[in-house]
């Protein structure tokens, strides 16, 4: 249940400020591994963020990692880069997109 909390703690702070997304209109779709693997899907539309399990939409831009290495991603704890280099995270679709997913992070930062 850590990844769905994570997901509504990051939902709730981008729709309570949206600012950093205005404008966005994209879908992530995040494969993850480990106890709580399994496809999520994170939509910015309109100025604001949903996310659900499961795929509804075909995304902009696929993620590979396991559930871990996702809430630390989230948190601010995974460099991105060093993840991708070593192997951690795989990324496929828009590499633009990943690009703003990484500011979009930073910017509404959940520190553990």
């Known amino acids: 249940m850590q990844v769905q909390k994570t997901l509504q703690d990051l939902s709730y ?4 400020q949206p600012q ?3 404008g966005l209109h994209a879908v992530y779709h995040f494969v993850l591994s480990g ?4 496809t999520y899907e994170v939509v910015f539309a309109d ?3 949903d996310y659900t399990m499961g795929v509804t939409r075909e ?3 696929t993620l590979e990692l396991s559930d871990k290495d ?11 880069t060093v ?3 070593m192997g951690k995270l795989k990324i496929s679709g828009e590499m633009g997109l990943s690009f703003k997913l990484q500011t979009i992070l930073h910017h509404y930062q959940l520190q553990k």
């Open 13 to 16: 702070r981008i729709n309570a």
């Open 20 to 22: 950093g997304i205005a």
């Open 35 to 38: 106890e709580e693997g399994g």
């Open 47 to 49: 100025n604001q963020a």
């Open 59 to 61: 995304a902009g831009c």
């Open 70 to 80: 996702f809430i630390k991603l989230v948190e601010g704890r995974l460099n991105p």
């Open 83 to 85: 993840a991708l280099v």
